[in-house]
């Protein structure tokens, strides 16, 4: 889907760029005389001011074409913080970062320049236009002849021409706007963004920690499971084995005794049976086989004391990213209900590009950490299908958590 700023910001991101161009233009000079007469010395001196000047601009292109394009551009400098001045030129030097810089100065002031310069001038075109029909009126002699062959004679052709010139030049904007600006915007973000190699390494960083909370998040899991099972339903059972066995003893001397134990022990039976389902229903609901993360979250804001208004949608998932869905958004409601204070409350979950976004928030007293392990366990389970949590709450709220989880539908 196309996600490209509006045409005003397109505007006024284009003119900046032209802006721009100036002193890239005269920092790209300055550190290519710099390296060629760094040998000499005063090359060095050269780099020292126009290799951190030269990155400021970068930057400023970067937030630039973020706008635009409506996507992160960041990029990661090679540290020279506390090195002398020629150990602080040589680590530029061997970093990749500052030569991609370098290779965009030299885009930005030829083919970028001359692709905001168009756009530009696509947009002012038409204020040109009324701006020659006056001229034309005071000295036709002078501007009737627009292109060199148009010979304009009369003033109901200038406002023919006029016309035409306005109508065509803000069609064409227009429609070359967006177009433009993703080519510009488009190869600034790609040098002035990590390299393939980086964002490989980052992806594989990303993975690594994404796997390694999944499985911390899966022995937590199992650690809860064993201990439910272990203080719940196997204390149970072993008292309705014992109970059995002095009914057993009791059976023939002590009929009634017998009687009282196999009673115990029926009871005993069925609150294991109550345990062991508990146990299962923390290890994927039936609410949740049965009628989808839709209604199993609807099932959960039902149970809160807490006015809901809910907004939910979701594309077709497979059971374990349902359950890991279900289960943050539970966590998160649980928060709302014992921390909050809130009177009020809301979750809404939407597909929208292959992504699904879901949001919980309250009108609550705010203050939430993400340090808790309620909301660390909410990010380690999403990160295993390589979901991202981000948690805003100031103090007097409100607190929301939003959470995306890729999807393909």
């Not at 790609?190 to 909370?213: F, K």
């Not at 039936?286 to 039902?302: F, H, K, Q, S, Y």
């Not at 809404?348 to 939430?368: K, S, Y």
Request: hydrophobic share 50%; proline share 6%.
């Amino acid at each position: 889907m196309n996600h490209t700023a509006g045409r005003p910001l397109i505007a006024l991101t284009h003119w900046v760029s032209i802006l721009l161009s100036v002193p890239t233009l005269a920092f790209l000079a300055l550190t290519v005389v710099g390296i060629v007469a760094s040998p000499v010395g005063i090359g060095v001196l050269l780099l020292l001011v126009a290799v951190p000047a030269l990155q400021l601009v970068a930057t400023g292109q970067r937030a630039l074409a973020r706008a635009v394009l409506r996507e992160p551009v960041v990029q990661e400098y090679a540290g020279a913080k506390g090195l002398g001045p020629i150990a602080r030129v040589q680590r530029w030097a061997t970093d990749p970062t500052r030569w991609r810089d370098l290779l965009w100065a030299l885009y930005s002031v030829s083919i970028g320049h001359f692709l905001s310069m168009l756009s530009f001038s696509l947009l002012v075109y038409p204020l040109w236009s009324v701006v020659w029909y006056f001229l034309w009126l005071g000295l036709p002699d002078v501007f009737g002849t627009p292109f060199g062959v148009l010979h304009i004679h009369t003033t109901g052709q200038a406002l023919v021409f006029t016309a035409v010139n306005i109508v065509l030049s803000s069609a064409l904007w227009w429609y070359a706007a967006k177009p433009l600006a993703r080519w510009r915007f488009g190869v600034d973000a790609y040098l002035l963004g990590p390299s393939r190699q980086v964002r490989l390494q980052r992806r594989v960083d990303e993975v690594t920690i994404s796997r390694a909370r999944g499985a911390d998040a899966a022995a937590a899991e199992l650690r809860r499971i064993e201990r439910d099972l272990h203080d719940g339903a196997q204390a149970r059972l072993v008292a309705l084995g014992m109970n059995l066995g002095l009914a057993a003893e009791l059976v023939d001397g002590d009929p009634e005794g017998a009687r009282q134990l196999l009673l115990e022990a029926r009871d005993n039976a069925g609150d294991a049976l109550q345990d062991i389902r508990s146990v299962v229903r923390g290890i994927h609901p039936p609410v949740l086989a049965d009628r989808g993360v839709v209604d199993a979250i609807r099932a959960l804001a039902v149970d809160l004391p807490v006015d809901f208004e809910l907004q939910l949608e979701a594309p077709d998932l497979p059971a374990p990213m349902e359950s890991a869905i279900y289960f943050g958004v539970a966590e998160c409601l649980a928060n709302i209900g014992k921390h909050s204070r809130a009177t009020a409350a809301w979750v809404t979950m939407q597909p929208r590009n292959d992504l699904i976004h879901i949001e919980i928030g309250d009108n609550g007293i705010g203050g939430a950490s993400t340090e808790g392990s309620g909301l660390r366990g909410v990010a380690s389970r999403v990160a295993v299908f390589d979901g991202t949590m981000s948690v805003s709450s100031p103090t007097g709220g409100p607190t929301v958590v939003n959470l995306e989880v890729p999807c393909v539908r």
